[in-house]
Nanobody, 122 residues
Framework: QVQLVESGGGLVQAGGSLRLSCAASGRTFSFYAMGWFRQAPGKERELVAA????????YYTDSVKGRFTISRDNAKNTVILQMNSLKPEDTAVYYC???????????????WGQGTQVTVSS
């Protein structure tokens, strides 16, 4: 079992930045690939970014490439999503998730956090 808690969401103007953190507890964090998902009102949940257990491999959905960066610190059991050049269309609830095995664009994850709201005003 892995428990995930997100933080760092908030309200920001377009063009601004936010840094989301996900703190993990429970089973060995470094066993898991980690992902950040988002869900906007009326839309399906989508995978935004993912990072392999070692941090050596990453995945980004096309709409955030060049603006978002995912990283992890296995010593601190945390995964970070740095979001720059934010756009109103980035507004959503952002979720941290963990899965066994690295599958870059997979949507099937085993553990989920409760989510944190990100709102980007125009």
């Amino acid at each position: 079992q892995v428990q995930l808690v997100e933080s760092g969401g908030g309200l920001v103007q377009a063009g601004g930045s936010l840094r989301l953190s996900c703190a993990a507890s429970g089973r060995t964090f470094s066993f898991y690939a980690m992902g950040w998902f988002r869900q906007a009102p009326g839309k399906e949940r989508e995978l935004v970014a993912a990072v392999s257990w070692s941090g050596g491999s990453t995945y980004y959905t096309d709409s955030v490439k060049g603006r978002f960066t995912i990283s992890r610190d296995n010593a601190k059991n945390t995964v970070i999503l740095q979001m720059n050049s934010l756009k109103p269309e980035d507004t959503a609830v952002y979720y941290c998730a963990a899965r066994v095995g690295w599958a870059p664009s997979a949507n099937e994850y085993d553990y989920w956090g409760q989510g944190t709201q990100v709102t980007v005003s125009s």
